[in-house]
């Protein structure tokens, strides 16, 4: 007999055609899986009431590979076969992952293609892979708890995660048999578990302490749709940090030395762990720690103490919120929510200082570790259909501008930062030189105003544009980003119809840090891009000027020119040659004007006899 | 007669309701479909119509319509676990026979 969900009045199904839905969290450390029953979001225990699953996957020769807690077990004594934190790796190169692969301790395998692949005893795995190993783990519990097949799912990634990585995720939902409705920022997530998407608007901040890693987001809220202003955090901070202060602190106390084995400082690291969680609702603990010569230490931890400890890392989060802040132009007076989420913001301490800096008390009454879960399951409930109409559909955006490369190295915004997705936004360019015959598409993400300053997505060619002078082809390119963030761009020749388009591959290589350090430079390098921007404008005006004079001089310069001209044009020529190589986009200008105003008689001159060749033979009536 | 809820079953739905924010109690009910008929349905209610029959059962209204009830009086609502799921149950005694998946049956 199957069990039965209460349905919202006038939803219940046929029988056999219920829409499971889920939301998936897949975590860097764990992972979790949530669903809507009876109207109620909750995450999903696995047969031994365990909710978290560690993102660990272990290979074997044998049998299928382990996840979770067995794989965890493995992962001292088989490191090369046991895959822990693949999120990090999730939509690298392989040559982002030269720089890190000293730091990791699996065995890389050399290969052409552009997706790293690690060697294991049950073969060599993509990091897409071992992701879907974690996913199939998850996707079972959710059916074995909802009795039948999932429709569909949500899964989150972060904020700050580029095309690649996005597409990395979706690659292994799709090879763990989930169909991805929708991959959503985990802030976003956190925000929508609170029911802050029924706000008409507002700013939120989204505040992430988790085991190893620290995030902060400020999303606005407008018209049911968040935008994500601004993020930052540090990759290397969190609660570990703070368990292994307390091992310090009692590592000294205690009398044990810092050259103590490494089981005893294991165990250590664990009973400062228990003595940090106990303290968040005791205010003081006792602490019993075995010594090597089998004789055990006494003594206690009170939450005064744990506070001293721990407060110069909570300090350590403070100036990312701030710098999130400024990046984000908002203060901390305008932020209407804070969101906490992350085991690490259980500790009181953490909570007042967050308060403190907010000014506003936190929301923590969502269990810090499912709250992205539980916003992903009400997200997938509602997009696989089971809420009433007229909630409102929850919207993402753009994390970084799309733009297409023009002449001078100059970047031309086609899909602004920030844009509500699914979009798509179509610009007319042209060409450069007469008879040109191809144009290269060059796909840009970032905010900055130079291509060198922004990340290189793609690259294709547009070929077999008919022969025309510069400035006649129109040529047609079209951005399209997906509901899940995902890009195809067309170029189209509007006269003749050829027609080249790519789906973004990524390339793939961006560090978490380096979206961040994108987002910042491009404030702090507002203006200087601006500047720069103008001189390149002038720059590819001058060169197009002098490359068109020099044409018609030669062409026509005999003819045309007389002596006591040519001087004037030569040396207003020679004034813009060498002001074009300078910095003064004014200057620039200038110099183009008075070349063209020295040469307006010439220019004249030439028009009256190229329109008398052309219409010699022929009746005015021919012309019009 | 009419239509009861086990201890289990209120806690869950009184839970359910107070979370939902709104309600007035709990619909149940049959319709013609599924591989064996008949299926139930289990939904909030918002609204209680005029022919209506309204059971109060550990503290929970439960409403059903006049229609329905010739196929439900006398059924129990439960709730129960099994392995990873959990969810309502109907112990109906008017079921003849019911399809392997149990959501659907026949009278």
């Not at chain 1, 892979?129 to 799912?153: H, N």
């Not at chain 1, 103008?534 to 045309?560: M, N, P």
């Not at chain 2, 319709?31 to 029959?53: H, N, P, R, W």
Request: charged residues 30%.
């Amino acid at each position: 007999m199957a069990l039965l969900q209460i349905s919202e009045p006038g939803q219940s199904e046929a029988p056999h055609q219920h829409r499971l839905a889920a939301g998936i969290d897949l975590g860097t450390t764990n992972s979790l899986v949530a669903t809507v029953r009876s109207g109620v979001a909750d995450t999903l225990p696995d047969a031994q009431g365990r909710h978290l699953l560690p993102s660990v996957v272990h290979y074997r020769r044998e049998g299928p590979p382990l996840v979770g807690w067995e794989a965890l077990e493995r992962a001292t004594t088989h490191p090369l076969d046991t895959i822990a934190s693949v999120k990090r790796l999730m939509g690298r190169g392989v040559e982002d992952l030269k720089n890190l692969a000293d730091r990791l301790p699996w065995e890389f395998v050399d290969t052409d293609s552009a997706v790293p692949r690690i060697r294991t005893s049950a073969g060599e795995v993509s990091p897409v892979e071992i992701s879907a190993e974690i996913l199939k783990v998850l996707r079972r519990r959710a059916e074995e708890s909802l009795g039948g097949e999932l429709t569909g799912v949500v899964i989150t990634v972060p904020a700050y995660f580029d095309d690649a990585q996005r597409q990395a995720t979706k690659d292994a939902a799709r090879l763990a048999g989930l169909n991805v409705l929708r991959l959503l920022n985990e802030p976003t997530a956190a925000a929508v578990a609170y029911g802050l998407d029924r706000a008409e608007e507002g700013v939120i901040a989204v505040y992430d302490l988790g085991g190893g890693t620290f995030d902060i987001s400020i999303l606005r809220l407008e018209k049911g749709v968040f935008h994500v202003l601004s993020t930052a955090g540090d990759t290397a901070l969190g609660g570990d940090d703070m368990d292994r202060l307390i091992a310090a602190w009692i590592m000294e106390q205690a009398g044990i030395p810092d050259d103590a084995g490494h089981h005893q400082l294991r165990r250590l690291m664990r009973d400062a762990r228990a003595a940090k969680e106990a303290l968040t609702g005791a205010g003081e603990v006792p602490l019993a720690i075995e010594l090597e010569d089998g004789s055990t230490w006494h003594g206690t931890l009170d939450r005064e103490r744990l506070n001293t400890l721990i407060d110069p890392l909570i300090r350590k989060t403070l100036s990312p919120c701030r710098r999130a802040l400024r990046d984000a132009g908002v203060s901390a007076e305008e932020i209407r929510e804070v969101v906490m989420v992350g085991g690490s913001t259980r500790v009181p301490r953490v909570r007042e200082k967050v308060g403190e800096f907010f000014g506003r008390p936190p929301l923590v009454e969502i269990d810090p570790d499912k709250v992205v879960a539980i916003g992903a399951a009400l997200q997938a409930d509602l997009l696989a259909g089971n809420r009433p109409d007229g909630e409102m559909l929850l919207l993402d955006v753009t994390p970084l501008s799309l733009g297409i490369e023009t002449m001078g190295g100059l970047v031309e915004k086609i899909i602004p930062r920030n844009t509500t997705i699914p979009v798509a936004r179509a610009q007319e360019f042209t060409t450069y030189k007469d008879g040109q015959t191809a144009m290269t598409i060059h796909v840009l993400q970032g905010e900055r105003e130079m291509v060198s300053d922004c990340r290189s997505l793609a690259r294709f060619t547009l070929r077999g544009i008919p022969p025309m002078v510069a400035g006649a082809p129109r040529i047609r390119v079209t951005y399209q980003v997906d509901a899940d963030g995902l890009l195809s761009v067309t170029a189209r020749e509007q006269t003749s119809g050829v027609e080249a388009s790519i789906e973004v591959k990524p390339s793939y290589g961006l560090e978490d840090a380096e979206v961040e350090r994108m987002l910042r430079e491009s404030l702090e390098h507002a203006e200087e891009d601006l500047e720069a921007r103008r001189l390149r404008e002038q720059q590819v005006e001058a060169d197009r000027v002098l490359e068109a004079l020099d044409a018609a001089l030669a062409e026509d310069g005999e003819r045309f020119l007389p002596a006591d001209e040519r001087e004037a044009v030569e040396a207003a020529r020679a004034r813009l040659a060498e002001l074009r190589d300078g910095d003064d986009p004014q200057a620039i200008k200038r110099a183009i004007e008075a070349l063209e105003a020295a040469c307006a008689g010439f220019v004249e001159r030439r028009m009256n006899a190229r329109i008398q060749e052309a219409m010699t033979g022929h009746t005015v009536d021919e012309f019009e | 007669m009419g239509v009861t809820l086990t201890e289990q079953a209120a806690d869950r739905v009184k839970k359910f309701l107070e979370n939902r924010g709104k309600g007035v109690g709990l619909r149940l009910g049959v319709k013609t479909s599924g591989c064996s008929g008949m299926a139930y349905v289990l939904e909030f209610a918002d609204t209680i119509e005029e022919q209506d029959q309204v059971f109060e059962s550990h503290g929970v209204k439960v409403i059903v319509d006049p229609k329905s009830l010739l196929y439900l009086d006398g059924t129990e609502l439960d709730y129960t676990r099994e392995g990873l799921n959990e969810g309502f149950k109907f112990n109906n005694p008017n079921v003849k026979e019911s399809c392997g998946c149990g959501e659907s049956f026949t009278v």
